[in-house]
């Protein structure tokens, strides 16, 4: 029989481990998925994994869209991982994406057709508000009233993409687009476009921003006393509370960063990447973060590495559509199973596995 | 704006229609909550039974053999979810969010060749002398089954928590899972047998959005009913009869706002469609403001019998 | 009388790490009161959730009136006629008494039987309960009713009782003595689990004497001294505590009139308490559990803050400062709750040394922890109060109960406090650490600082303070010096026998 029996404290290499073995089981039964649907597993596999970087062909185009992809969904997993880390479950980033690109967008909008410097920053800060204040809805309501944040923040996704829809046919809409939903092109307007810093990387502002966060989310979580009182929120709410935090104010810190962060992430995809503002222009980045996230243990330097390896599967989904013509949603469960299989084996952090006779039932 | 399009008669029997999938979710994740646990994936097993659901019914030209499919459908997802929350320990909320994910994928990846398809839907159920009243008829009794079996299954559960032995131990599974491992109660195994109901419950739940409500296969067309679910069963303090007054007040709101685009009134589109999750917000404000009552003590603690 | 009901032949039971029960052997006859005597983590709870089917021994056998008895679960040994009254975990707080009475038998009548089972036992036994009662809602002592009646209601042949005087008065003692005897005299064995020497020498028949997992005596209780009893329970012998002749300061800790709502549904009310502690001095709360001990705690550490003029320090008013600035002035706490409210169980040591010390002890520099020096403190902690672990690196929950609460207690202790409140700082942790933790109180009231020691062991406040009062319902009693004081005496302060009557023994 076999039996689970708590480890006396987490396990460091397990922590380490739990993430790769995960991306191989997801490897493993995606695979299988794959032979399911008809296509060739392990051409599918390398096609996601390797291709996207190696592929004579299509290498050269797919290598800078890694950092184009993960930019977004490390900045908003930083975030949410600080937050997570407390025990605050806000799940609605990509509300705060999308209320923080319009925000910023309007920002830029209303000085059109103004060529000075002070634009694209204007817009950053703007997208930012907008994000935190898209963020501080759900904490006011939790700190106010004890209202479930996971709720609150993910109603309010679905608030922000009805804003969404009626601001890029109203509101936000080209003057000179025929008609067409839409705001206009930031691709073609200097000031106010996020332009690629590096030929041919995919390194624009929002990846700079991506790696700035991730240094400091390391910094605030390992050394800082703030970062301390985060963790000790979310591991003993009670502690916390003895060692004087006030919860109050890491439900508002949580939420505030986080909702910066993402608002800040939405205002780069629709400046660069995305080029305008349409009721589909994001690509559920917010959602992705999550796993983002968990796979990268909300630790900053696993988030980053999660995130680009979640770009990749995000490129390598493209390739496949296109190489082998894979289903897209197939990718999405993909990627919904890294995250189960992360969880699952998550359990040998805290546990150990024993064979031997059941002590109890 | 026309008011008067609006026909009474019409308006509450949709309102019933529109209140049925998520009453049966929210029904499902009350017992589900009741037993300590909180799956927060209901989304994601409602649009996979949504699919899977619609799949079945239009090849087997079979309704009827759609929902139980869903239902099966619903309750192999929440397996998964009951594996690793009460067997390998996995933390809830995470695992919760990961159905959802895996669900949202899952049924986008099946849905592809149905996308446009027509299914053949449930027929009305006319109740004998009932549905033969004025107005009330037409109103009440003149239903598909599954509008009647959602409000019996509502009944079902309140009297198998109030008045059977196996509900009593399902809520004492819930309230302290400690004392009931203590009395011998074998909390896994009756979280693992909750878990399945309120998985089934909500593929029904999104097969009946498939196949009455809409009927038709969309991505992503639960819009987030699963959490509106979820909701409900917190605006009723975990109460069977509480949750189908939810669903019913939240139906009516989402016909409501149809009705007035439908006659064109003087209020922003984005507003009204917008409206189902702000009066989603609204509720849970007032009842968080008045203090949640009735929460299991155990819910969403994890479980395990250390000595 | 003398037949054998449970005779317990070389049980043994290993976790990892430690031999929780090995090789124990003894006889439980019919109609006696048997006590099982051992210090925290003897092997008491193990050795009783084998009999009751919790747990299963890795060898060794059992025998109920001769046949093999092997219960897979409590259901089993709930058949056979085994009952067990737990110290904790068994009782549902948001259900009602016979709800929670009926959860603990295997065929329960339907509710409206019960009831009047309920009502019925209760008054034969003298231990009145209302079935339609919502558990949370009742004190400690009624609690354990609700646990003794689910028992006798299904007329076991053995009732196990696990540490049951703990959260009773002294007279709700003696009635519960009644109740047992006159249960024992109608034939009911009795498994009576306790390290309290008086009672066991006062009620129980045959002691069996556990020490570090193994038998080591049985004996007649009333024929051994108590002292011989703690000599075969603890084994070596230990110092205990020294009051030193200590002289009194000014006025540190001032309470007046200190009133809080119920933090939560089950939770007690504060009503109108105040005293004050001088330099120097201890003061001992006692009280049964449940009486505001905890909330008491959270207002006095600044968890729950208050007016300012209710609580002063040194006359200084500190009711609406939290716990930071409140500790910044010296005041420091220690909560009974070792894991998840004094530490936070999967962090370090180290890291759970800035929890509290982060201000105090300069950890901080422009708001970033200097993590060299809070393990240098860490250390000094472990050192000082002879914690046994591996290292500062080693998550809290890694340790036993006794040495997590040396490391809380000398966490407050080391940083000099000037006012410090502990509540049950010796709750679970065997006899060494206790007197360990009740020297260094002493040591630090010697040096001048003010204490509050909040207990529901009365011996350890009988040891350490200076002056007496109780907690009741969030009441205080009044408070007077120990010297003099008479068990009688505390059982009134503590709210005597609340509204138990006595067992009507004739029956």
Request: charged share 15%; net charge neutral; proline share 5%.
């Amino acid at each position: 029989m076999l039996r689970l029996e708590k480890r006396p404290q987490p396990s460091q290499l397990w922590t380490v481990v739990t993430p790769i073995l995960a991306v191989f089981l997801t490897m493993i039964v995606g695979g299988i998925m794959f032979a399911l649907l008809g296509k060739p597993p392990l051409e599918a596999i390398k096609v996601i994994f390797w291709d996207p970087l190696f592929h004579e062909q299509f290498a050269a185009y797919s290598r800078p869209q890694l950092l184009v992809k993960a930019g977004p969904l490390i900045l908003i997993a930083i975030g949410l991982s600080i937050g997570f880390k407390a025990g605050i479950w806000n799940i609605g980033a990509e509300g705060q994406y999308i209320i923080g690109a319009i925000c910023g967008a309007g920002v830029g909008l209303a000085f059109y057709p103004s060529e000075s410097v002070l634009i694209f920053p204007a817009m950053v800060l703007a997208g930012a508000a907008g994000g935190w204040a898209w963020a501080m809805i759900p904490a006011v309501l939790k700190t106010r009233f004890g209202t479930n944040e996971i709720l609150v923040s993910l109603m309010l996704v679905y608030v922000a993409q009805n804003v969404l829809i009626s601001v890029s046919s109203g509101l936000l809409r080209n003057p000179e687009g025929m008609g067409f939903p839409g705001s206009r092109n930031f691709k073609q307007w200097d000031a106010a476009h996020n332009a690629e810093l590096i030929a041919n990387t995919g390194m624009h502002w929002g990846v700079v921003a991506a790696f700035i966060a991730v240094i400091g989310a390391y910094m605030l979580m390992s050394r800082h006393i703030m970062g301390f009182n985060i963790r000790l929120t979310g591991e003993a709410p009670r502690a916390a509370r003895f060692a004087g935090v006030s919860p109050t104010r890491i439900v508002f810190f949580c939420l505030g960063l986080a909702g910066l962060l993402a608002g800040a992430a939405g205002l780069f995809e629709a400046t660069g990447p995305a080029g305008q503002i349409t009721g589909a222009f994001n690509a559920g980045y917010g959602f992705t973060a999550i796993i983002v996230a968990f796979l990268g243990r909300l630790h900053p330097v696993g988030i980053l590495l999660a995130g680009l390896l979640m770009a990749l599967t995000y490129i390598g989904g493209e390739l496949a559509q296109l190489m082998l013509n894979l289903p897209g949603a197939s990718i999405q469960l993909f990627q919904g199973m890294l995250l189960f299989f992360l969880l699952a084996t998550d359990v040998f952090t805290n546990y150990r596995l024993r064979f031997g006779k059941k002590g109890l039932v | 704006m026309d008011l008067s399009s609006i026909n009474p008669v019409l308006l509450i029997a949709s309102v019933m229609v529109s209140a049925t999938p998520i009453l049966l979710a929210a029904i499902g994740e009350m017992v589900v909550e009741k037993s300590g646990v909180l799956n927060l994936g209901v989304e994601g097993m409602m649009i996979t039974g949504a699919v899977v659901g619609f799949a079945v019914a239009v090849s087997a030209t079979s309704p009827g053999l759609g929902f139980v499919a869903a239902a099966i459908a619903g309750a192999l997802l929440s397996l998964a979810f009951g594996l690793l929350t009460q067997y390998l320990l996995s933390n809830q909320v995470a695992t919760g969010l990961g159905l959802t994910l895996v669900g949202l994928g899952l049924s986008s990846l099946i849905g592809k060749p149905y996308e446009g398809m027509k299914t053949p839907t449930l027929s009305k159920f006319e109740i004998p002398l009932l549905s033969d009243l004025p107005i009330l008829g037409d109103m009440l009794f003149s239903h598909d089954v599954m509008v009647y079996f959602s409000l019996l299954l509502v009944a079902a559960v309140w009297a198998f928590l109030k008045y059977t032995r196996a509900g009593l131990i399902l809520r004492a599974v819930g309230e302290g899972h400690d004392s009931a491992h203590a009395l011998g109660y074998k909390v896994t195994q009756i979280r693992i047998l909750a878990i399945l109901f309120g998985g089934a419950c909500a593929g029904l739940g999104g097969a009946y959005l498939s196949l009455v409500r809409v009927p038709q296969w969309t991505e992503g067309m639960t819009a987030g009913a699963g959490w509106i679910a979820l909701a409900i069963v917190v605006f009723a303090s975990w109460r069977a009869g509480r949750v189908a007054v939810g669903a019913y007040l939240f139906g009516g709101v989402t016909v409501l706002q149809l009705n007035l685009q439908a006659a064109g009134a003087d209020v922003p589109v984005a507003l009204l469609s917008a409206s189902p999750y702000l009066i989603t917000i609204l509720v849970l404000v007032i009842i968080s403001a008045r203090g949640v009552h009735g929460a299991p003590a155990s819910l969403g603690r994890p479980f395990h019998a250390s000595h | 009388m003398t037949d054998v009901l449970l005779r317990l032949e070389g049980l043994t039971k290993a976790y990892p790490g430690v031999v929780a029960n090995d090789d124990v052997s003894f006889d439980i006859r019919e109609g006696e009161i048997h006590a099982l005597l051992g210090e925290n983590g003897a092997g008491k709870s193990t050795l009783v959730k084998m009999i009751y089917g919790l747990v299963k021994p890795d060898s060794g056998t059992m025998t109920l009136r001769g046949a093999a008895f092997e219960p897979a679960e409590p259901r089993a040994a709930r058949a056979a006629g085994v009952a067990m009254v737990f110290q904790h975990f068994s009782l549902f707080d948001a259900l009602s008494v016979a709800e929670n009475v009926a959860l603990g038998m295997e065929n329960p009548p339907k509710p409206r039987d019960l009831a009047r089972q309920i009502r019925d036992v209760s008054e034969t036994y003298g231990l009145p309960l209302d079935p339609g009662r919502t558990v949370g809602t009742l004190s400690a002592g009624e609690r354990q009713r609700v646990e003794i009646i689910r028992c006798l209601l299904q007329n076991p042949r053995l009732l196990i009782m696990d540490e049951p005087t703990s959260v009773l008065t002294p007279q709700e003692v003696e009635i519960l003595f009644e109740t047992l005897r006159k249960l024992a005299s109608e034939g009911t064995a009795i498994l009576y689990i306790s390290h309290k020497l008086e009672e066991i020498r006062s009620l129980c028949d045959h002691a069996t004497v556990l020490r570090l997992g193994k038998k080591v005596a049985t004996c007649t209780p009333a024929d051994a001294t108590a002292r011989e009893l703690a000599e075969m329970m603890v084994g070596a012998s230990f110092e205990t505590p020294q009051k030193a002749e200590r002289p009194l300061g000014e006025v540190m800790l001032d309470v007046r009139g200190l009133s809080l709502p119920a933090p939560g549904a089950y939770g007690t009310p504060l009503r109108e308490i105040s005293f004050q502690v001088r330099a120097g001095e201890i003061l001992g709360l006692g009280g049964v559990a449940g009486n505001g001990q905890d909330e008491l705690l959270a207002a006095l550490s600044g968890e729950r803050v208050t007016a300012a003029d209710v609580i002063r320090l040194r006359d200084r008013p500190i009711g609406t400062m939290g716990p930071t600035e409140r500790r910044a002035l010296g005041v420091l706490s220690g909560p009974e709750e070792r894991l998840g409210h004094a530490a936070a169980p999967d962090m370090s040591l180290t890291e759970n040394a800035v929890l509290t010390g982060a201000r105090r002890m300069g950890l901080l520099s422009g708001g970033f922890v200097n993590w060299t020096k809070s393990k240098g403190f860490a250390e000094d902690v472990i050192q000082s109060f002879d914690v046994r672990t591996p290292g500062p690196g080693t998550a809290a929950r890694a340790l036993s109960g006794g040495n997590l609460q040396k490391y809380v207690i000398g966490r407050e202790v080391l940083q000099s406090p000037e006012v410090l409140v502990v509540n049950q700082p010796t709750w679970g942790v065997d006899a060494a650490a206790a007197a360990a933790i009740r020297q260094a109180l002493l040591n630090l009231a010697a040096k001048g600082a003010a204490l509050v020691v909040i207990s529901q062991d009365l011996d350890e406040l009988m040891e350490v303070s200076d002056r007496f009062g109780a907690l009741n319902e969030g009441r205080l009693s009044e408070i007077r010096p120990v010297d003099g004081l008479t068990v009688d005496e505390i059982g009134l302060m503590m709210g005597g026998a609340h509204d138990m009557e006595v067992a009507h023994v004739d029956g």
